[in-house]
């Protein structure tokens, strides 16, 4: 191989002679590569690069370290392979140094425009800070650490190197990695004086954690700010030593409240952590003077920690409502909290803290409040706490804890206007319905101020419309509240004397269009089109509502951008920011026409090539375009203060910046090559601003890990490194690049390619940054699942091989790709492991989609660092979120219900499972997360797959887990207050339940809560004798000893002298394996009651307790005094008829119905997954329920074989399904012992009644990792003498509802709150499902069945805009149809615009199955948008086609009277049933225009060849020929590209081809897809790619087209089984082809640019000049 000297040289021959000297050039690049070799390099352990390059260094390190594999990566012959299948499977080119020398040329001649002064001193290297800050950024960055050695800037000097553009993070990085070594005192400087955007914080912390060393700095004489520290992964804080904490003094800047509010919930648990493990609890919360220094650390704090607080007469409770008020916390932890407060500091935070609160402290609060103070002094406070915020955050059940207050009339019917003026803007609790039944005459104009707020849904505000409509209040002056403006109809927004005016309220009107339907919308745009070039509505669209724009074509926007940008100007520098974050919710289409024009523009291009002037792409401040000094940039730290800066100058810009999202392929290909990483981070942060589940296009993705490659060669060129394979050319990455590129771009490399980096450095930072990139990228990415566990067991094997072994750190390190390695991680410490979920894992990192094997290994480490489930505090609920999708149907089983109760509204707010995905592989419309997962899981096989159908069960049983603990949540509430007779269903409400209750009517439950609660009390008031804590702790253990003893009994288990330890242990692993049979759980549960009336007999008298204490009265505690307790009753005695036909909690049911989806019908049968934990089920007589029969009809029996021994600390059983030998790494239980019992019914209640609940859980934790304190006891009398109050304490702490005194004292006395119920033993209401949010789409057929209709009714809405799997809105829908008396009745039906939107998601099965209850009169268009809007409405069945063909009848739609636009969008998907005579006459050019973009190019239709020539006319007359269409034109069209004539499609540049979608593809046909060229479907995006079937391709698509497709769609598996199968089949016509001239190569593109003629010349003369 040629030097890459003498390349370059040649490729200096080829540039203008003007201004050179001879010899300078090759004197930079031997500078640059001398530079390069003795330069450290930016990893972990900084070394020489000389000591990896050249390569055969690194493959000898490789060998040294005994990496991972090392033989096979160090190999020539693999190293080919894996080039070779990136090539083939990626596009990646070829890698030839020759296509280097094009990207060098323009570096270089950014060097040649410097001044001569500045040149040489460069050469010279003399350079100043000044001459630096003048040279170009990509010089800046590229060179090497020793050209800032020299050059005597500080750490504020080197701040603003990157101050001056704190989007571009390359070059942050750079500096940081630059000062790796530098001193504290320089460092610190630095850090004060970087204006950091928070969204860096984290990615900044990563560099200082694992570049600067920070945990071991002993330098005490300078130290780091809090907002330094702050950011540190927290590994990184917890390897922090003690000297380093002192030095650093890190507890006095840990006092900093206004920082801490900075730091990350995950941060604020490591450091809570960190300081207490080095300063103590006392230095936290210990003493008055510790609370006020360090009480915001609590919210960092466990739960049990901020328990102690109550009752600590050391600390005012004044101090901690004062910490309260200042710090953020967790809900839970404000609720632990709030115990400890005094009533007149909760009176005070009240309103504050409302939100964060439990039920049952809400209902405690009103309950104790003095007699002057009542819930309406609070109303107008709350209103403006709750209601003003951007988003509400309350939960909905304390919503209704609050509203109910305010009302005090049952009967919506007669309710008078002061009722409704009381209930003001709680109001949102309301249904439509109920809403419905308000008289007319309380809604006026002064009403809607009072009672409308954002929070209301468009069918609430409908109803309200509708309502102030019948009054006859809005009248042709009148002014409309702009909350209003969303009910408005489209035929009233479109009318000539609408209730607004447009110059006046457009604002308003924008504002409001964010709930529109899609005929609302189009009605919009179609009122705003005449004007919204202007200046002044044009800035009210685009800082409002951009998508207003969204049915503009590219072409026109081409032709009107500079009315865009001169609208933005208009807006001025105020709305600068507003607007660079709205006009990313433009259509990536519309984003791409804007570089596209940006581009034709003078002075954007630089030749040859035409590649982007990076100035003009970035909106670089230049010495032609110097910001207004008058204009003070407000956010000098954020992402685009650069382009703010250039915004304020006179010489105005085209601004690209701001449509950096919309990135073609071509534009990216253009970008200059030096400033890849610059543009790129840019880019990120345009892409990664769209919220937490956003991700790149496809294709984005793929060109951008091109353009990266690109950037490689360069480097290889300009530091005179060799390259022979991608993963060398992969090795010239550095920790800025990677950092910068990020996981998401180098995933497109696949597994194989990442983990066989050559440099081991550059693997395992690579590696680094897969591992933190969020899960739901994997999904929708190059990567197989394969990918992720080879890329996982290779960092794995990296970290350990450095740490020694598994710990906190290499937990850390892996991050996300944990779940996917192997059984070593079980080795870490349960404390390690809970830390790597609490203080490592974000809530979006959680959401893991795991194969059976590795949610085993998930649900181990969790068991292993949790405990037992019965054991979990809500905070671990919380902790674990979408983690707990790996537990097995017992696990869930075994939660505490009040710890579920308390974290199920946080559970529901935080789940990703049900959030919708685009792009995913051969999917045209965006999937929920739980179907993408199995989907991804299912590999080639996709959602057909058995790992698909176990997914699907996961989620549905997480899901259901979260219902339930909303329910009890709703029952809580229930019980205390008289829910309106409408809300509950009148006589048609009734609870199920699962146990006798008690005859004697005595809530025992709360009597004892109370009894514990006042010794509790007193103790921590230190009001208890010595006598009195003897006798206590004797009545604690003799009834602990009691329970213990009887339950072994019942279980015929024999004590054998074990401890009390032991025995509750046994008893935990019991409740824990459900192996019970019914009549011993009953006497269980018997026992439970049992032990709770001893309690109460034996401690009312050690504490002196009267009737009046105990809420009872005299004859009522004489009962409890005379019941007799702990005696066994025998099995045949109980009555089982209320549990017989119990399920597992959580189960499917056999009876739902799927639709016909292959994946439901498997669930319907399938339910190895689902058994319960550690039992193995032998199913010989256990008959399956068929798929119609109700499973309660069914009492299925199987045997369980069952382990009687109990666990040893961190030991778990197989998960379901799984083979009953351990696995490597994961101890197998002891040799089970054989129990029959019925199967549903054991498994159900896996969990005890309460007291076993709390009393055996809570002994039997002190087995597990988590817990510390045990209740010793032996079959010889008790002693009863405790010494020591913390003893007595601790006993406390392991008696029943002592962690839930006031959490459970407004629980009802049900069965409920003692072993979690079934899905199927309780019914749902409209409230649980409304506070269930996205989990209750999760819910069957047979629930809604169980609800009552008067609770159908009210939950239209919401049932309705659930996000629905479709294989289940089929019977969902049918449940509803059959409890809503209105969807039944002939005089109420068809179904008209109302109940349309309200109805939403379950549309498309109406239309499927019931489609003639459809209205589809013009009048409810708005109604039939919402039906339309859904692109997976069949378009092959007749019912659904036909609704089009019935709009046409009933509204006289003619030729003559043919669709309005309005119409033709709302129809949308609908408009597949046209027949071709249609498809021409009732579809003008006008409108054809107007929707285009829209929504004819979402559709998804099969069409005749006629109606694709019509379509294809109106298309190429929109457009003209397609022979000029860009990547924006194409992409607009979506759909409709499908109908192109083989000519047109032939026609396409091949740069364009990125624009063709999948939709469009799918409809392809097979000569369709054959008139492309191997260089168009070569440029198709990865997702369109997916949709190329095997029908596409046969009889014969030629090798070069086929090459095409492969480099297109490699990332699919289903593609790359079909190209591979059909290779055989393909031979006899490459044989044919090639006795014919093969296929021209085409040419063209920046990438095809090669040497000149010249070039090569001075190559040969320089190769015989220097005898080479």
């Avoid at 003690?242 to 206004?258: G, H, M, P, Q, V």
Wanted: glycine share 4%.
């Amino acid at each position: 191989m040629l030097t890459v000297v003498l390349l370059f040289v040649a490729a200096v021959s080829a540039l203008s002679d003007e201004d050179l000297e001879p010899g300078q050039e090759v004197q930079i690049l031997k500078s640059l590569a001398l530079k390069f070799r003795t330069a450290e390099n930016d990893f972990t352990q900084a070394s020489p690069n000389s000591a990896y390059f050249p390569f055969v260094k690194s493959r000898k390190e490789n060998e040294r370290i005994k990496r991972l594999n090392s033989s096979t990566v160090n190999s020539d012959v693999y190293m080919k392979k894996i080039t070779e299948q990136l090539k083939t499977w990626r596009g990646f080119e070829e890698i030839d140094s020759a296509v280097a020398l094009t990207y060098a040329n323009l570096m270089f001649e950014t060097f040649y425009n410097l001044s001569p002064d500045l040149r040489a001193s460069f050469l010279q290297s003399s350079m100043s800070a000044d001459d630096l800050q003048k040279l170009p950024l990509s010089w800046q960055y590229l060179l090497p650490h020793q050209f800032y050695d020299d050059l005597g800037l500080d750490g504020a000097g080197f701040a603003e190197l990157v101050n001056s553009s704190p989007g571009n993070t390359a070059m942050l990085y750079k500096i940081a990695m630059v000062l790796r070594d530098e001193s504290v005192a320089m460092r610190d400087a630095f850090m004060n004086n970087l204006n950091l955007p928070d969204q860096y914080r984290e990615d900044m912390g990563y560099v200082l954690g694992y570049r600067w060393g920070i945990e071991s700095e002993a330098d005490s004489n300078f130290d780091y700010t809090m907002s330094t520290l702050l950011h540190l992964p927290s590994d990184v804080v917890m390897g922090i030593n003690n000297a380093t904490f002192d030095n650093l003094n890190i507890a006095d800047k840990l006092e900093d409240t206004s920082m801490w509010g900075l730091a990350s919930p995950q941060s604020k648990v490591a450091w809570f952590t960190k300081f207490e493990g080095r300063k103590g609890w006392r230095e936290v919360a210990g003493t008055p003077h510790h609370m006020v220094r360090h009480g915001h650390l609590l919210s960092g704090a466990p739960l049990d920690k901020l328990r102690e607080l109550k009752g600590n007469k050391e600390i005012e409770t004044s101090l901690l409502a004062e910490v309260l008020d200042k710090t953020e916390m967790n809900p839970l932890r404000v609720q632990e909290l709030w115990e400890a407060l005094a009533d007149v500091d909760r009176e005070k935070s009240f309103i504050a803290q409302a939100s964060n609160l439990d039920v049952s402290q809400i209902l405690s609060h009103y309950d104790t409040l003095d007699i002057i103070h009542t819930p309406h002094q609070h109303h107008v406070m709350l209103e403006n706490a709750w209601f003003a915020q951007d988003k509400f955050n309350v939960p909905w059940v304390n919503f209704l804890a609050i509203s109910f207050s305010y009302m005090n009339n049952e009967e919506f019917v007669s309710w008078t206007y002061k009722e409704l003026q009381d209930l003001g803007k709680f109001v949102a609790i309301l249904s439509p319905a109920e809403i419905d039944l308000i008289p007319a005459d309380d809604f006026n104009t002064t009403m809607l101020s009072t009672i409308l707020s954002s929070t209301l849904s468009l069918p609430q505000l409908n109803s309200i419309y509708l309502k102030y409509l019948d009054n006859n209040y809005l009248v042709a002056d009148a002014t409309l509240n702009p909350l209003l403006l969303s009910a408005l109809p489209s035929a009233t927004i479109l009318s000539a004397n609408p209730p607004f005016i447009w110059s006046q309220d457009k604002t308003n009107l924008l504002v409001a269009s964010a709930k529109y339907s899609p005929g609302q919308m189009h009605s919009l745009h179609e009122i705003a089109k005449p004007g919204h070039w202007a200046p002044s509505n044009l800035s009210a669209i685009l800082s409002t509502h951009p998508q207003c724009m969204s049915d503009v074509n590219p072409r026109e926007f081409r032709a009107k951008l500079d009315y865009v940008v001169s609208a933005i100007y208009t807006a001025g520098p105020d709305k600068f920011h507003i607007i660079a974050t709205k006009v990313q919710k433009l259509p990536r289409h519309l984003l791409m026409a804007w570089l596209e024009e940006a581009h034709t523009r003078p002075g954007s291009k630089r030749l040859p090539g035409e590649w982007w002037n990076s100035d003009v792409l970035l909106d670089r401040v230049t010495s032609t375009s110097v910001p207004d000094s008058g204009t003070i940039n407000p956010f000098p730290s954020h992402p685009m203060a650069a382009q703010f800066n250039r915004f304020t100058s006179a010489n105005r810009s085209m601004l690209p910046s701001l449509a950096l999202a919309g990135m073609s392929c071509h534009c990216i290909n253009l970008v200059e090559t030096p400033d890849t990483m610059e543009v790129l981070a840019l880019y990120r942060y345009h892409s990664e601003s769209q919220g937490d589940v956003a991700a790149m296009p496809s294709s984005s993705r793929r060109c951008w890990a091109k353009k990266v490659r690109q950037f490689l060669h360069l480097k290889a060129l300009l530091f005179n490194v060799t390259v022979n394979s991608e993963s060398e050319l992969l090795s010239l990455l550095t920790t800025a690049d990677i950092k910068t590129v990020g996981g998401e771009i180098f995933l497109t490399w696949g597994g194989p390619a990442l983990a066989s980096i050559t440099h081991p450095e550059v693997m395992h930072e690579v590696l680094m940054a897969v591992g933190h990139t969020r899960p739901h990228l994997y999904l929708r990415n190059g990567v197989t699942y394969t990918c992720m566990k080879i890329m996982a067991n290779a960092l794995l094997d990296t970290m350990m091989r450095e740490e020694g072994g598994i710990n906190f750190r290499v937990l850390a390190h892996v991050h996300n790709l944990v779940p996917y390695t192997d059984t070593r991680v079980l080795k870490a410490g349960p404390a390690d492991i809970r830390l790597y979920v609490s203080s490592v894992l974000s809530p979006t990192c959680k959401a893991v989609c795991l194969m059976k094997k590795e949610r085993e290994l998930v649900r181990q480490m969790i068991l292993q660092s949790y405990g037992p489930p019965s054991t979990w505090l809500p905070l671990d609920l919380v902790e674990l979120g979408d983690l707990l999708v790996v537990m097995a149907r017992s696990d869930l089983a075994a939660v505490n219900p009040t710890s579920l109760r308390m974290a199920s509204a946080q559970l529901a707010s935080s789940t990703l499972f049900a959030s919708s995905l685009t792009e995913i592989r051969s999917q045209s419309s965006p999937l929920l997360y739980h179907e993408a997962c199995g989907a991804w899981l299912g590999g080639k096989d996709g959602r057909q797959s058995d790992e698909a159908v176990a997914m699907f069960k996961q989620w549905k049983m997480l899901a259901n887990f979260i219902v339930v603990g909303n329910f009890l949540q709703v029952e809580v509430l229930l019980k205390k207050i008289d829910v309106p007779k409408p809300r509950s269903g009148g006589n048609e409400f009734r609870r199920k339940r699962q146990a006798q209750t008690l005859t004697d009517g005595i809530d025992y439950k709360s009597i004892y809560t109370i009894v514990m609660n006042d010794m509790k009390a007193k103790f921590d008031a230190k009001e208890l004798s010595d006598t009195q804590k003897m006798e206590a702790t004797r009545v604690i253990t003799e009834t602990q000893k009691m329970l213990g003893d009887s339950s072994f009994a019942v279980l015929g288990l024999e004590r054998e002298g074990k401890t009390q330890s032991e025995v509750l242990a046994v008893l935990a692993e019991y409740k824990e394996a459900g192996n019970m049979s019914e009549a011993q759980n009953v006497q269980v549960q018997m026992l439970a009651v049992d032990t709770q009336v001893r309690m109460i007999q034996e401690l009312v008298q050690v504490l002196n307790l009267s009737a009046d204490d105990l809420n009872l009265t005299e004859d009522e505690l004489g009962t409890i005094l005379a019941r007799h307790t702990f005696v066994l009753r025998s099995p045949g005695a109980v009555s089982s008829t209320t549990l017989s036909n119990r399920t597992l909690p959580f189960d499917d049911e056999t009876s739902e119905g799927t639709d016909g989806e292959s994946v439901a019908d498997e669930l319907l049968n399938n339910d190895a997954e689902t058994t319960s934990n550690p039992v193995s089920i032998e199913s010989k007589n256990a008959p399956e329920a068929s798929p119609s029969e109700d499973p309660n009809e069914n009492s299925n029996t199987a045997k369980l074989t069952t382990d009687a021994t109990p666990a040893s600390p961190g030991t778990t059983a197989p998960s379901p399904g799984t083979d009953a030998s351990p696995s490597p790494g994961i101890t197998a239980p002891p040799s089970p012992d054989t129990v029959s019992s019925d199967r549903s019914f054991s498994a159900s209640t896996s969990s005890t009644a309460s007291t076993t609940s709390s009393t055996v859980s809570s002994a039997a934790s002190s087995s597990s990792p988590t817990s510390t304190a045990t209740t010793s006891s032996t079959s010889a009398p008790l002693n009863p003498l405790i010494e020591e109050e913390n003893d007595f304490s601790e006993l406390l702490k392991n008696t029943e509802l002592t962690d839930f005194i006031i959490f459970s004292a407004y629980e009802p006395e049900s069965a409920y709150f003692t072993t979690l119920p079934s899905m199927d033993s309780i019914t749902l209401s409209c409230d649980v499902i409304i506070a269930a949010e996205s989990s209750s789409s999760s819910i069957s057929s047979s629930d809604i069945a169980r609800m009552s209709s008067n609770d159908v009714l009210n939950c239209l809405s919401t049932l309705g805009h659930l996000p629905w799997p479709p294989s289940v809105t089929k019977s969902i829908w049918k449940a509803v149809k059959e409890k809503v008396d209105s969807l039944q009745d002939s005089t109420m039906l068809p179904i008209k615009r109302d109940e349309m939107l309200q109805l939403g998601t379950l549309l498309p099965a109406i239309a499927a199955y019931d489609s003639e209850l459809l209205d589809m009169g013009r009048k409810n268009i708005d109604g039939i948008s919402l039906l339309g809007r859904f692109r997976t409405l069949s378009s092959d069945d007749p019912a659904i086609l036909n609704l089009v063909q019935l709009f046409i009848t009933l509204n006289n739609v003619s030729p003559t009277n043919p669709f309005t636009s309005t119409e033709a969008a709302s129809l949308g998907q609908l408009l597949c049933g046209l027949r071709e005579d249609q498809w021409r006459d009732l579809i003008t050019p006008s409108v054809f225009s107007s929707i285009l973009t829209e929504h004819l190019a979402l559709l998804d239709c099969s069409v005749s060849a006629t109606t694709s020539v019509h379509l294809s006319t109106m298309l190429t007359t929109l457009y003209g020929s397609t022979a000029n269409w860009t990547s924006s034109d194409l992409l607009s069209t979506g759909w409709m590209a499908s109908t192109l004539s083989l000519v047109q499609l032939s026609q396409l540049t091949h740069h364009a081809m990125e624009g063709l979608t999948g939709q469009a593809v799918k409809h392809l046909s097979r000569q369709q897809l054959g008139s492309l060229s191997h260089h168009q479907l070569s440029n198709l995006s990865p997702h369109a790619a997916s949709f190329i079937s095997r029908e596409q391709l046969l009889p014969y698509t030629n090798m070069h087209r086929r090459r095409g497709i492969r480099a297109a769609g490699g990332e699919d598996e289903k593609l790359v089984d079909v190209m591979e199968d059909i290779e055989s089949e393909m031979q006899m016509g490459d044989m044919k082809d090639m006795m014919t001239s093969p296929e021209p190569e085409p040419t063209g593109g920046v990438g095809a640019i090669y040497p000149t003629c010249r070039v090569l010349v001075c190559i040969l003369v320089i190769m015989v000049t220097f005898g080479l």
